[in-house]
């Protein structure tokens, strides 16, 4: 299977009053098309830092990332802009959504941005994640799970080639984790992507196809 996300070596330290925090440490990992990964860790054991260097919002120190063929870590913050809209799909904690836009059109918000409206593959997203009748609706009218179904439905609707989530059913029950979890690893692998999660719970991390785990810095 080809290696669609491939990070060799990553170290990021930051700046504290304290002195330099070296978070990772030399990082390397591999994620294949459709497959799925968690990403299990201490909390501060930087998977977050980790998940930011992946979906292009922040560099490391050294290292390199390659996506789909593409090193990023040489790319100025317009190249990782650019990435950003092709390529990744978040799924945060912190949803984002997009308070002045209807359902529909927070789903299809990144896609437009990249230029790859699908409106059939919108639909079709609307439709696994439950949201079709809630289409008209603005994010105030709904639940929480329900804005985390947008969120996650506005992740894959551009076809990412990887689709990033940090914790995203931290907040959830487990039956509605369970379930959220569902929808991912379906419209995932529907969709062909690679996908990481980082998740505190080993019962969803049984779930995915492998399990990495961070610590001290490292993959272990
Ligand atoms: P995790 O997601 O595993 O809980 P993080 O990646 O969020 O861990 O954080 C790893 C460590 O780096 C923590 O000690 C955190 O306090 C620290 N950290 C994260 N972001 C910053 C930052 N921007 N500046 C300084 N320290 C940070
Ligand atoms: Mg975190």
Redesign the pocket.
């Known amino acids: 299977m080809p290696r669609v996300l491939i990070a060799h070596d990553l170290t990021k330290t930051?700046p504290?009053a304290d002195g330099p925090?070296e978070?990772l440490r030399g990082v390397s990992l591999q994620v294949a098309a459709r497959e799925s990964v968690a990403l299990t860790?201490e909390?501060?054991?930087?998977?977050?830092?980790?998940l930011h260097l992946l979906g292009c919002l922040d560099a490391p120190d050294s290292g390199s990332i390659t996506l789909e063929g593409r090193a990023l870590q040489d790319l100025d913050e317009a190249g990782r802009a650019a990435v950003r809209r092709q390529s990744i799909g978040v799924v945060f904690q912190q949803l984002n959504l997009i308070p002045s836009l209807t359902v529909a059109q927070n789903l299809g918000f990144q896609a437009r941005l990249a230029g790859r409206e699908d409106a059939d593959w919108q639909a079709r997203i609307a439709t696994r994640l439950g949201l079709d009748s809630m289409l008209s609706r603005y994010p105030e009218q709904l639940s929480g799970g329900q804005q985390q179904r947008v969120a996650i439905g506005r992740a894959i609707a551009n076809r990412p080639a990887v689709v990033l989530a940090d914790e995203p059913t931290g907040n959830l029950d487990e039956a509605t984790a369970d379930t959220v979890l569902d929808l991912m690893l379906d419209l995932v692998r529907d969709s062909g992507a690679a996908f990481l999660m980082?998740t505190h719970s080993p019962r969803l991390a049984d779930r995915m196809d492998r399990r990495l785990h961070?610590k001290q810095g490292r993959i272990v």
Not at 44 to 50: A, E, P, R
């Open positions: 930051y504290t925090l978070v860790g909390s501060g054991s930087g998977k977050s830092t980790l980082v961070l």
